[in-house]
């Protein structure tokens, strides 16, 4: 199984700003992807992120608000830009290893915005 | 599109009392199923995995899950709960021949509380 690690764990904001989060795997993985955990809720996937090439976003989730990079097989960012409160949840990485279908998960960053 | 119902939201139980947690999906094709446990504090794990052959699948801490494709089911057990089973529990699908290839499904999840 793969270890991932989360930065921040958690961080307080303001609205309009933007956050961008890091995840960190520890070996090569094929898939990544990031959730959204809203309080009380189930998680949610934002999107898809792809190594070297756009992420593949969920419906009702866009680029503009949730811009993502990855720019190579072990690391991933997901920025909350221009954030409401709304935005307060917590975000997931995840990731699947070379031929597997199971996905692992990062310990999540606590967003509260202000 | 795929959906994933978990009917129980909150279950209590004593130590020692027998569990099931209940979880359909909704999806014709290929699913390749999975129940993951938040404890307290800690971050999502997965507790068991199915994929194809034996539908009665074992995971770790006693737990096990059978599915019943006939049902789209893929109900969670446990014989004899602890206290420290108390956790979240979430079922998810994935259906990789779909548009939403491995991308994970969830339920809204079951919160089991084990008293002593």
């Known amino acids: 199984s793969a270890v991932i690690s989360q930065k921040p764990s958690r961080d307080i904001c303001q609205r309009g700003t933007s956050l961008t989060i890091q995840c960190q795997v520890d070996s090569q993985v094929t898939m990544m992807f990031w959730y959204r955990q809203q309080p009380g809720q189930s998680l949610t996937l934002i999107a898809t992120?792809?190594?070297?090439?756009?992420?593949?976003?969920e419906s009702g989730f866009v680029i503009d608000k949730f811009p993502i990079s990855r720019p190579n097989l072990t690391f991933s960012t997901l920025t909350v830009s221009n954030m409401s409160p709304e935005d307060s949840s917590i975000y997931l990485c995840?990731?699947?290893?070379?031929?597997?279908?199971?996905?692992?998960f990062g310990p999540g960053t606590r967003l509260t915005v202000t | 599109a795929q959906s994933v119902s978990q009917h129980n939201h909150h279950v209590i139980l004593s130590e020692a009392a027998s569990l099931e947690l209940g979880c359909n999906y909704s999806?014709?094709?290929?699913?390749?199923l999975f129940w993951y446990v938040q404890y307290p504090g800690q971050h999502l794990q997965l507790l068991l995995k199915?994929?194809?052959?034996?539908?009665l699948v074992k995971g770790i801490k006693g737990f096990e899950a059978e599915f019943i494709k006939s049902k789209f089911s893929f109900n969670l057990r446990k014989p004899s709960v602890q206290w420290s089973d108390t956790a979240e529990y979430f079922c998810?699908?994935?259906?990789?021949?779909?548009?939403?290839?491995?991308?994970?499904?969830f339920g809204k999840g079951t919160s089991l509380l084990v008293t002593p």
């Open positions: 992120a792809n190594q070297g090439s756009e992420a593949t976003y």
């Open positions: 199915y994929f194809s052959g034996d539908p």
């Open positions: 999806y014709g094709g290929t699913v390749n």
């Open positions: 995840s990731a699947s290893g070379i031929g597997a279908y199971e996905q692992y």
């Open positions: 998810a699908v994935n259906a990789p021949n779909s548009n939403s290839g491995y991308a994970l499904n």
